[in-house]
């Protein structure tokens, strides 16, 4: 099984002009992440966080397979999650941009972006995220853990970091029902 990250909003098909606006919206959020500088400690800029949002809710609002893979298409061609994974993983302090971060993560490996997710290190974030004691840290992390366990290289990945580990002690102690839901299915699907 698999975990998807909901937003705020919902915006639904479309079909091929819902495909076109959302292609042009990739574009836009890459030339923005692209035009950053590569290890800047400069405070994060309203701009770049409302280009992390938006990418962050096309992933949870696109619906159906074609849009999916268009949209997954469009990640991989502008090389955008490589700049955001940095920028999520050096502003990691800011909460709500983390959670962005990380939904973002956990709903591109549910659409066939897992390859991407585990290329750019997401896969490491995800899992360093597991202890989280925030509990919306911990569930984004196990759920997109949950989603990259089906993927062979993925689940190599999770046992090289011992994060079967970690998942074991969230399933034992956690309080929350989303948390230990998605770490059973992780560990089911990681045996």
Known sequence: GSSRAASATHSGGGGARQVQRMAHSVLDIAAHVHSLPLWDDDPLEDETVQAV?????LLSDTVGDA???ALVREVRQTGVIGPIIRLVSRHRDRTQFLYLGLSILVNLSDIGGADLVLLHRGADLLIEMLPSEDANVAYYAVAGVQNLSCFPDCINLILDARADEK???MLRDSASEHVQRCTAGALANIR
Request: glycine share 0%; charged share 25%.
């Open 67 to 69: 849009e999916e893979q």
């Open 53 to 57: 949002t938006q990418l962050a809710r």
């Open 167 to 169: 998942l074991q002690c």
